[in-house]
């Protein structure tokens, strides 16, 4: 309370007001003081003022202090207000607090220390006040601007949503399209492989050798395509969930062989020892065989594709009754660490570049990390750029229907 106080003394008493001038300049207290001998001045002034506080007289002329306390209220006009009251005036002094004086004082008892407790108090208990209603306001801003984010935030998230369920139902319509696709392209490319196959015969009208070759590149050409068709058409059904695995008994060392039999020509083009280790105390499984067939294909096709020289080793044995482990080893190119996860997503290959060496969709790795996952196996790959390659696959001896 360093600064100048305004205060308006109201009362028509003016040796009173006078008193109250008195008193608070013997009590050291910096004020610049204006007067209102009745309500009317009172509220003429307080409009066009801001003071830090009033004292009222009780009684004025033209209107007691109650009532000029609630028009003061209604006006807007916030002031800290001390009532002086006359002797034994107590029970209205009260009622006057209530309406929203700061406190009372009887003129009996003003001197330069009561007054200036009671001002400094009345000014104290204001400014508290206001403190506290402006971090109220501010908390009600604050309350507000929260409520606000959590709308957008919760309009975000419906919008999310609803980006959600379109890409799914276009993720949906993108497989279906596939699955359609490829089904659809295998019916002519059968029946060119099938028109090349009687073109070979020879019969009636024997080929020209350069015929002959033209012929067998068609039929080659289109057998790849048909293979990645096909691989096509597994993927989308397996995103979809439409493979189903069919398990039965078989004998896993005489798949594994007939397998790598079936590859074993692609190996000898490129001049590749290919090499089988079966070690089973009991070869009999329970699985999907054509799946389990597929997965040896991708493995051993990849193998051979990715290695130009050195060797390549099948190797099946038993991790304990109930598990199975296929090894597939080469030494081939390698696969960069970086690049070891991302090669079982599906599309992705180390070079993805339309110049690449290799043939493939791209998709192999990934339908066999999808069939192993269906039979609740583990895949899992070790490699070294330049040096080799060895993909491990562990299975339940017995795979659940599903
Ligand atoms: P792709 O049709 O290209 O063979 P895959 O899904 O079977 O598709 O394999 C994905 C990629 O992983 C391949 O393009 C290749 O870069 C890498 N890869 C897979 N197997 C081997 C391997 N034995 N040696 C080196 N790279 C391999």
């Known amino acids: 309370m360093e600064d100048i106080l305004k205060i308006l003394v109201v009362d028509d008493d003016r040796v009173d007001r006078l008193a109250v001038r008195r008193s608070l300049q013997k009590a050291g207290i910096r004020v610049e003081l204006s007067e209102a001998s009745d309500a009317r001045n009172a509220i003429a002034l307080l409009q066009n003022t801001h003071f830090d506080c009033i004292f009222l007289d009780y009684l004025l002329p033209d209107r007691d202090g109650l009532g000029l306390i609630q028009e003061l209220y209604s006006m807007g006009v916030k002031v800290p207000t001390i009532v002086l009251t006359g002797q034994g005036d107590e029970q209205i002094a009260v009622e006057m607090m209530k309406a929203g004086a700061s406190d009372y004082l009887s003129k009996t008892r003003v001197s330069p220390e009561t007054l200036a407790q009671t001002l400094r108090n009345a000014i104290?208990?204001?400014?508290?006040?206001?403190?506290a209603e402006l971090a109220n306001q501010r908390l009600k801003a604050s309350n507000e601007l929260l409520q606000h984010q959590n709308q957008e935030l919760e309009k975000q998230r419906q919008q999310i949503q609803l980006q959600n369920l379109q890409l799914q139902e276009a993720y949906r319509l993108k497989s279906q399209f596939l699955a359609t696709m490829s089904?659809?392209?295998?019916t002519p490319l059968n029946a060119i492989m099938g028109f090349s196959q009687i073109l070979l015969r020879q019969y009636p009208d024997p080929l020209t050798p350069q015929q002959t070759e033209i012929v067998q590149r068609i039929i080659n050409n289109s057998q790849n395509l048909l293979i990645l068709l096909n691989e096509v058409l597994d993927f989308s059904k397996l995103e979809s969930g439409q493979l189903t695995l069919e398990p039965e008994e078989f004998n896993l060392a005489i798949l594994v062989q007939i397998t790598v039999e079936e590859l074993r020509s692609l190996a000898l083009q490129k001049q590749l020892s290919l090499q089988v280790?079966?070690?089973l105390k009991n070869p009999l499984v329970v699985n999907d065989q054509n799946s389990l067939r597929r997965i040896l294909i991708n493995l051993l096709s990849n193998a051979i594709k990715f290695t130009d020289s050195g060797s390549i080793w099948v190797k099946v044995w038993e991790?304990?009754?109930?598990?199975v482990?296929?090894?597939?080893?080469?030494?081939g190119i390698g696969i960069a660490s970086e690049h070891l996860e991302t090669?079982?997503?599906?599309?992705?290959?180390?070079d993805g570049s339309l110049a690449r060496q290799h043939e493939g969709s791209g998709l192999g790795l990934a339908i066999t990390n999808s069939l192993v996952k269906m039979m609740q196996g583990t895949i899992a790959v070790e490699s070294q750029v330049g040096k080799g390659s060895a993909f491990q696959v562990e299975l339940p001896r017995?795979?659940?229907r599903n």
């Open 124 to 131: 104290r208990i204001d400014r508290a006040q206001k403190a």
């Open 183 to 186: 089904h659809e392209l295998r």
């Open 277 to 279: 280790d079966l070690n």
């Open 319 to 323: 991790l304990n009754p109930d598990r």
């Open 325 to 331: 482990a296929i090894a597939v080893r080469d030494t």
């Open 343 to 350: 090669i079982f997503e599906a599309f992705r290959q180390v």
């Open 398 to 400: 017995q795979i659940d």
